[in-house]
């Protein structure tokens, strides 16, 4: 059974910097696609970022503020985010895609306020 738990959120202040963890318990495989998506309040879920073993990509509105990261070894993947802005604001959450299932974390909450 994969599970993924997020953590790292939190309240920071505009042009500030957070970073997000994602654990996988469970045997996954280095070839599956991981990403952060994120939800602000009455929104859709969007898309952030992605990463496999050969690739990363990110949407344009985080694109050169946000690094998305993975420790193969640990078992993690990792969200590096900079320059924060109000908009910025929402739950992040990590999925990956295993065997052609999705499995999501519970998400973190990141607030972006001064």
């Known amino acids: 059974q994969v599970q993924l738990v997020e953590s790292g959120g939190g309240l920071v202040q505009p042009g500030g910097s957070l970073r997000l963890s994602c654990t996988v318990s469970?045997?996954?495989?280095?070839?599956?696609?991981m990403g952060w998506y994120r939800q602000a309040p009455g929104e859709q879920r969007e898309w952030v970022a992605l990463i496999n073993s050969v690739n990363t990509a990110y949407a344009d509105s985080v694109k050169g503020r946000f690094a998305i990261s993975r420790d193969y070894t640990k078992n993690t993947m990792s969200l590096r985010m900079n320059s924060l802005k109000p908009e910025d604001t929402a739950v992040y959450y990590c999925?990956?895609?295993?065997?052609?299932?999705?499995?999501w974390g519970q998400g973190t909450q990141v607030t972006v306020s001064s």
């Open positions: 469970g045997n996954i495989f280095s070839s599956d696609d």
């Open positions: 999925n990956v895609d295993h065997r052609g299932r999705i499995y």
